[in-house]
Nanobody, 125 residues
Framework: VQLQASGGGLVQAGGSLRLSCVAS????????MGWYRQAPGKERELVAT???????YYAGSVKGRFTVSREAAKNTLYLQMSLLKPDDTAVYYC????????????????????WGQGTQVTVSS
């Protein structure tokens, strides 16, 4: 399963950006998709997730400013980011977890966990 993220860029503090992530390949279902970010010198951290049934989770640092959503029919994940701060500067990665048909055992399902290539978000002060 391949994930292609886009929408990053340079924005001034207080501005907005919308990230997109499209999943492609052969899979049975996607159970959860999410956004993570990694700033220079820091570990990758969870930003927001959306599960099947549209249950969402947000990191405290972005709650109220970011909105995660998913368009299941298009296998696409979005992250609407508003009121951006310089601390939001990072490479943003999308992630997907789900099921696909096993290539080793006929008729069996197996889990997959895929990452996109990342998109840079830079917020200037």
């Amino acid at each position: 399963v391949q994930l292609q993220a886009s929408g990053g860029g340079l924005v001034q503090a207080g501005g907005s950006l919308r990230l997109s992530c499209v999943a492609s390949g052969s899979f049975v279902s996607i159970n959860r998709m999410g956004w993570y970010r990694q700033a220079p010198g820091k570990e990758r951290e969870l930003v927001a997730t959306v599960a099947s049934g549209d249950a969402t989770y947000y990191a405290g640092s972005v709650k109220g400013r970011f909105t995660v959503s998913r368009e299941a029919a298009k296998n696409t994940l979005y992250l609407q980011m508003s009121l951006l701060k310089p601390d939001d500067t990072a490479v943003y990665y999308c992630n997907a977890e789900g099921l696909l048909w096993s290539s080793a055992i006929s008729g069996a399902l197996q889990n997959f966990h895929s990452w996109g290539q990342g998109t840079q978000v830079t917020v200037s002060s």
